[in-house]
Every structure is written in structure tokens, then in C-alpha cells.
């Protein structure tokens, strides 16, 4: 066998390199970016933990023992944070954020209508019931939340928003409005918010999907991350 590596040969065959103008090397004098021999004794990488690369397999948990660990049915409706995309345009994102809701205890608030709840039967991959508070009209509805003492925060790029690592987990009952994947949240329901939380970017993307954007949240309040 025959690698080449920048302009030298390496053949398995006898653990050298070669080149057309390159004396004979011996695989002890190969040296990596660190410039340690890479068959040197000391010289064993590791991970940012401190762990030997060299180390046996992690284990991953297998799935019962996964279920083990998991509720064996799903959450009642514990009304402490409930996750609003209020404007929804894909159906797709309502089946991710349900699932997120039922990983950190949280329900879902959508608006009433027919193909929401579709989305919702096809999305529910999970197949369980989980908690679903129905909207009539969203901001009637969310005008109603806020009345009514919750916490309403929004997920949107305002001059006032905060940032998401230093957004504190929920202590009362909270909302957290999502808006349109295209438009965000209509500038007559921000008047509602109570505060509002941005998640840094570094690419050229405007913004996240508006179901990865809730569920970063969702963890945040919940206090699991």
C-alpha cells in the first residue's frame, strides 16, 4: 500500500517514507503538528477533560436502559412554561417543539386551527398525548397570559433583548412566544412582552429556525442547561 503525504511516500509494506530526492526516513522520525514523534511513548493525546484518547470505548446507554431513566408516561399538564409559536408557518417545527416540551416538562401553546392540529398528529413522534393549550386568538390570548401574571418572553432580536446564557430558569409561570419563521413576532404583540431573549450567531444566517430557537430557551428556563 502507497500514501502519498505533501511530496513523500509512505509504503506500509516497510514503514518508510521516500521521495525522489529524500533519503530514506524511518516512521520514528515522522512528527506530527505538534512536532512529537507519533509513534513517541509519552507522547499520548488528551481530550479537553483530560481523558487519554488511547482510553477503552465509552459506554452508551442502551435503550432500556434509557427507558429506565425516562418517565413511563407522558407529564400532566404542569402549567409552569409553556412554549407559544403563535404564527406558525411550518408544520414541521410544531413536531420538533412538542417533542422539546415533553423533554423539559413544558407544554405547548398553538393557534386553533385545522391544519395545526395535523401537524401536531403527524409530528407527534413520541405517540403520546402531551399537553396542548389552544389559542383562539393569539394575542387575545396572550393578552390574557399576561393579565394573568405570567411571565411573557419573547424570542426576538430587539434593542432590549438579552441574551440567551443570561436568560435565568423560569421562577413563575412563563411563556415564550415564538414568531413567524419569516417575520418574527408582529410588532402589535411585542407590546405584550415582558422581556425579550436573542441567541447569538456568528454565521450570515439572519436567525434560527424557529424550532432549535425555542428549544434552546425551553432548556434555559426549565434550568437544564
Request: proline share 6%; charged share 20%.
Amino acid at each position: 500500500m502507497l500514501a502519498r503525504v505533501g511530496t513523500l511516500s509512505w509504503r506500509e509494506s516497510d514503514a518508510t517514507l521516500s521521495a525522489s530526492a529524500v533519503p530514506w526516513v524511518r516512521l520514528s522520525h515522522v512528527v506530527d503538528g505538534s512536532g512529537v514523534p507519533r509513534n513517541a511513548s509519552h507522547h499520548v493525546r488528551k481530550d479537553l477533560a483530560g481523558r487519554p484518547m488511547s482510553a477503552a470505548p465509552m459506554w452508551v446507554r442502551t435503550k432500556s436502559e434509557l427507558r429506565g431513566h425516562r418517565r413511563q408516561r407522558a407529564h400532566s399538564c404542569w402549567d409552569h412554561l409553556l412554549i407559544a409559536p403563535l404564527w406558525p408557518k411550518y408544520g414541521v417545527n410544531l413536531g420538533t417543539l412538542l417533542r422539546t416540551c415533553d423533554a423539559v416538562g413544558a407544554c405547548l401553546a398553538v393557534p386553533h386551527c385545522p391544519w395545526v392540529r395535523d401537524a401536531l398528529d403527524r409530528g407527534n413522534t413520541l405517540r403520546r398525548p402531551s399537553c396542548v393549550h389552544w389559542a383562539n386568538k393569539p394575542l387575545t390570548w396572550l393578552a390574557a397570559q399576561r393579565r394573568a401574571g405570567s411571565d411573557i418572553v419573547g424570542v426576538e432580536l430587539t434593542d432590549e433583548a438579552i441574551r440567551l446564557a443570561d436568560l435565568p430558569p423560569a421562577r413563575r409561570r412563563t411563556v415564550v412566544v415564538l414568531g413567524h419563521e419569516s417575520d418574527g413576532i408582529p410588532t402589535e404583540a411585542t407590546v405584550l412582552l415582558d422581556r425579550a431573549v436573542e441567541i447569538p450567531m456568528l454565521g450570515t444566517g439572519h436567525s434560527l429556525n424557529v424550532a432549535v430557537a425555542g428549544s434552546l430557551v425551553a432548556y434555559k428556563l426549565a434550568g437544564l442547561v
